[in-house]
């Protein structure tokens, strides 16, 4: 025993100094860990123990421009799990997983995680019944409360506009989508600090932060006019059992959408029902087709603007005009012969707008339908706008010129033709389509934002505008667009036919029939489009859509309460036309007087006496022939 | 043989004392909420941690005042006990956090592994002791030495528990070192175990994961690096100060168990750097009068003794320490005096009571 070796010692000795320093070196590492990355750590720490329930913002509302509810929200139930109060997470998984109809185990993972608050799996939006049967069972740790959805109180009703929301409440097509920041708002939450299994902690204070609800959002449309689309859609789908159509309103001075309709459509809140086809194409700024007569506004715009024309120069039209050695036809076989340029618009004489074409020449043609909008998206807000199609400039020989000119190898949109449209007819300003008007905060109801009316240039000259209004009423008066003559409201407007693009030519039966009309002509307060593709019973533009348009036209500037004009241009009577008459005055006549002179107009008499006291309605208005005039009896002295 | 029994050294029994007194505050600051929320008993861990520390204390007052060399005899004994107990653990064991580490008496747990590190410890210095001149041979000397601990490291790799393992073969190595093995030889076998530990590490996924986590906790933060980042959670904000006593937030259950593993986490948030310091002062205390002890033993089996006895803890301390704050991988183990560990806790005191009683011959 008396070894002891010197070697033990000595390594004995080296191990204390290695144990040192590794000794040494926990306390480096731990002042390391306190000192240097303590705040980094506590920063990381605090967000950990801060823990959140979430209050959710409530999303914002949309309502039309006079303020009628379009969109809003309604309470429904979803069933929220506390993981730290669950005693049973087996059996509580098992019980959900049957009245939710959800898998038991994912249920059992998600209210089994270290967490404060889960959803559980399959129980969004859940149905009263079920929310009954969950609150019935009373399982610890599993809450029901009130989340909100999606309401439309119109149901399919302007549904491609507004667009729908998915589970979480985000925007997924439509206004929904595209202005989902501002309506979706901020949550809130009140977050305390608390354990990892839930519980506060001692000696920590809760903080509030509230949520900051979604701005309403005021739209340019007005419900009244949409329901006037929405009408006419449905009616010319049972009617010409069309393949789908579509319908525009617009406010030509300022670019604001009054409505804009799509069928086939469907209900928001059931969007799961039909195919995403219906729901994704907002047709009216999703479909491109060609335009036909409609785009021959243009041409006359541009035309006129540049004075290679003028309404009342003569015109021949054979049927058919030479160019570069083809036969372009007008759509009259026989031709409409000897005509001014102006009766070339109201035939809508596909010779007369090459004429109005190879005049200008490809370059200024193209350089105006640039101008006007075509070819490019009109920055309307909303999802899915399509371009269009143009010929390339370079591509552009006499033939395509002469086809442009009325209408054929292009292809564009419906928003862009109103853009257009409304250009031609306003004074010459081309206009950014808008729906979104006005922001207002959802409790206090005060303005945030308000959209104003975008110019992006000037096209034509206000003197051009006013002679193009003038030839397009001329049209609805005398020509093509006759159908959608509305008395005393000088409706312009124009027809479109157009052949629908089919593997690479035309097909020989199907065509998109269009029609473009604007009241007053002096004024115009509203422009409509309506396009119907593929109409089974009827293919002219002038007798499907020309009808719609002037319905259209009628209930709404009665809506908005336009007043009749005076010096309208007179309908031109062809047989089968029912004539305007204007109403005599019969204040102060004796009714045996009136009886026999007035035949083309039956009496309608009420009240008692042999003297006429009160008409309606009142002289000098315009009626239709046939159309009855009230008439009250009283005795004259009384009066 | 004369030997002349002294004191013992004051200043171990000062230390040991100091840290164990840490630790009862510690385990109950640490262990009340849990204890309360679940055990509905706040002073649950920590009365029996009370419990095992007198019984600790005894043992230490009964070993200080048996000769050491008492050992070398029941030393064998002892050792072939360890090995007997590893088996059945492994055959009847209770599986706790995914290793079959405990043998349960009762309501009384022993963990086979804790007692078989002083088996080895006491069975090693008494081979070494006897068989000094050979360690330097490679073939009759180092080897059934290494075989020794490699024994008993390989049973406990069977539960597995990576960490009791570890901390005896450090301490076997730590032992076989002194007794004079070459140092070319040391080189040679780190290099193997380099080589085992990378085979074990690789065999076993859930060390892989560790591995990874230690590496960079943040990429997981909710599996694998989950203990290490609420472990810096807690030992980060604590600061230069600390928290202060009971003002720990991440006992509130984010650390798993934060009584026992985790608990220099806990030591280190409430009482900050200055806290954390001062217990690892204590250790180091603790390390230069053991080995001082191991030094001027009167013979080469006290010598071994008592460098086996402060080598496990001080290996223990390094591994634990560095395991909450980050420079190690995660391995289960506790820290000695001050983890809540039952058993393990009247074992340690055992020991400090034989270091004990060797410092009384100190020359």
Not at chain 1, 444 to 462: A, N, W
Not at chain 2, 139 to 145: I, N, V, Y
Request: proline share 5%; net charge positive.
């Amino acid at each position: 025993m008396r070894v002891s070796n010197v070697t033990v010692r000595r390594r004995i000795f080296i191990a204390l100094i290695i144990g040192t320093v590794l000794y040494a070196s926990l306390i480096t590492r731990l002042g390391y860990v306190q000192l240097a990355q303590g705040q980094w750590l506590q920063d990381e720490a605090g967000k950990l123990w801060g823990r959140n329930i979430p209050f959710i913002a409530q999303r914002g509302k949309i309502l039309d421009r006079n303020g009628n509810v379009l969109v809003t929200n309604i309470s429904v139930p979803s069933v929220w799990a506390i993981p730290a109060q669950i005693k049973d997470p087996k059996s509580t998984a098992k019980q959900l997983a049957v009245i939710l109809g959800e898998n038991e185990d994912k249920i059992y993972q998600e209210i089994t995680k270290r967490a404060l608050i889960r959803r559980v799996p399959g129980g969004r939006k859940i149905s009263e019944e079920k929310a009954r049967e969950i609150q019935k069972l009373a399982l610890p740790g599993i809450q029901v409360a009130e989340d909100s959805k999606r309401f439309y109180p119109e149901g399919a009703f302007a549904s491609h506009v507004l667009g729908f929301t998915g589970i979480d409440n985000q925007g997924l097509t439509g206004l929904e989508r595209i202005y989902d920041q501002f309506l979706k708002g901020t949550d809130g939450h009140v977050s305390f600090p608390s354990d990892a299994r839930g519980r506060l902690m001692p000696g920590e204070s809760d903080t509030y932060v509230p949520p900051i609800n979604g701005m309403d959002m005021y739209l340019t449309i007005d419900s009244n006019i949409q329901r006037f689309l929405e009408r006419e859609l449905d009616q010319a789908m049972v009617t010409f059992l069309a393949d789908d159509a579509l319908a525009i309103a617009m406010d030509p001075n300022t670019g604001e959408i009054l409505g804009m309709a799509s069928r086939p459509t469907y209900d928001p809140s059931s969007y799961k029902d039909v195919p995403q086809e219906i729901y994704n194409r907002n047709l009216p700024i999703w479909k491109t087709f060609e335009p036909g007569s409609t785009f021959k506004i243009v041409t006359l715009a541009a035309a006129l603007n540049e004075g290679v024309v003028s309404l009342d120069e003569g015109f021949y039209d054979p049927g058919y005009i030479m160019v570069a050695g083809a036969r372009l036809r007008c759509w009259k076989r026989q031709g409409h012969g000897q005509e001014t340029m102006l009766e070339v618009v109201e035939n809508s004489c596909n010779p007369g707008f090459v004429t109005m074409g190879q005049r200008l020449g490809k370059e200024r043609l193209f350089s105006y339908i640039d101008k006007f909008g075509f070819g490019h998206k009109t920055g309307i807000d909303l999802n899915g706008e399509e371009n269009g199609v143009m010929f390339k400039l370079n591509r552009v020989g006499p033939v395509e010129l002469g086809t442009t000119s009325f209408g054929q190898g292009v292809s564009v949109t419906p928003i862009q033709q109103m853009a257009a449209v409304a250009a031609a007819i306003n004074g010459g300003k081309l206009l950014k389509p808008y729906i979104a008007k006005e922001w207002r905060d959802g409790v206090t109801h005060s303005v945030v934002g308000r959209t104003e009316p975008v110019e992006v240039r000037q096209v034509i000259t206000p003197e051009t505008s006013a002679k193009v209004r003038y030839a397009l009423e001329s049209v609805v008066a005398k020509g093509t667009g006759r159908n959608a003559f509305i008395e005393g409201y000088r409706v312009g407007g124009k027809t479109g036919t157009a052949q629908k693009a089919k593997g690479g030519g035309y097909s020989a039966s199907e065509f998109i029939v269009s029609f473009i009309g604007f009241a007053p002509a002096d004024d115009p307060k509203i422009l409509v489009y309506v396009a119907v593709d593929n109409p089974k019973t009827a293919a002219f533009a002038s007798t499907v859509t020309a009808p719609l348009v002037r319905n259209i036209l009628e209930s709404a500037l009665q809506y908005m309460k336009v007043p009749k004009r005076e010096g309208q241009i007179e309908r031109e009577y062809r047989y089968g036309d029912s004539q305007y008459v204007e109403v005599p005055n019969l204040l102060g006549m004796k009714i045996d007087e009136v009886a026999g002179s007035y035949y083309t107009l039956p009496l309608d008499v009420a009240g008692e006496g042999s003297y006429i006291v009160k008409q309606s309605p009142a002289a000098g208005e315009k009626v239709q022939e046939g159309s009855k005039i009230r008439i009250y009896l009283g005795d004259k002295t009384s009066n | 043989m004369t030997k002349v029994r002294t004191a013992p050294d004051f200043v171990i029994l000062f230390a040991t004392l100091c840290l164990l007194g840490i630790g009862i505050v510690m385990v109950y600051s640490a262990s009340a909420v849990f204890a309360e929320n679940i055990l509905h008993d706040p002073y649950y861990f920590v009365k029996r941690q009370i419990i095992f520390a007198l019984l600790g204390i005894t043992a230490m007052y009964i070993m200080m005042n048996i000769d050491y060399w008492v050992w070398k005899k029941w030393a064998k004994v002892g050792y072939m006990a360890s090995i007997g107990l590893l088996v059945v653990v492994l055959l009847v064991g209770i599986e706790v956090n995914g290793s079959k580490s405990w043998l349960g008496i009762g309501s009384f747990g022993i963990q086979p592994g804790e007692f078989a590190k002083f088996g080895v410890v006491a069975f090693l210095a008494r081979w070494l002791s006897d068989r000094q001149k050979e360690i330097v041979l490679f073939r009759k000397g180092l080897m059934p030495a290494l075989a020794i601990p490699v024994v008993c490291f390989g049973l406990i790799m069977l539960q597995p528990d990576l960490g009791t393992g570890t901390v005896l073969m450090g301490a076997a190595i730590l032992m076989i070192f002194a007794a004079g093995a070459r140092i070319s030889h040391y080189l040679f076998f780190a290099f193997l175990g380099l080589v085992g530990f990378a085979g074990l590490v690789i065999s076993a996924p859930y060390r892989m994961d560790r591995i990874t986590a230690f590496i960079d906790p943040w990429s997981d933060p909710r599996g694998a690096g989950y203990q290490i980042i609420q472990s810096l959670y807690a030992i980060g904000p604590g600061g230069l100060f600390g928290l202060g006593l009971g003002q720990s937030r991440q006992k509130f259950a984010y650390l798993p168990e934060p009584y026992n593993d985790f608990i220099f986490s806990i030591i280190a948030e409430e009482l900050g750097f200055i806290g954390g310091t001062f217990v690892l002062l204590l250790f180091l205390l603790l390390l230069w009068r053991g080995m001082r002890v191991a030094i001027t033993a009167p013979d080469l089996f006290g010598n071994l003794l008592a460098l086996g006895i402060i080598g496990t803890i001080a290996v223990q301390v390094i591994i634990n320490v560095g395991v909450v704050t980050g420079m190690f991988p995660v391995t289960g183990i506790t820290l000695p005096f001050l983890s809540y560990g039952g058993s393990s806790l009247t074992l340690v005191l055992t020991g400090m009571g034989v270091l004990l009683n060797i410092s009384r011959f100190s020359r």
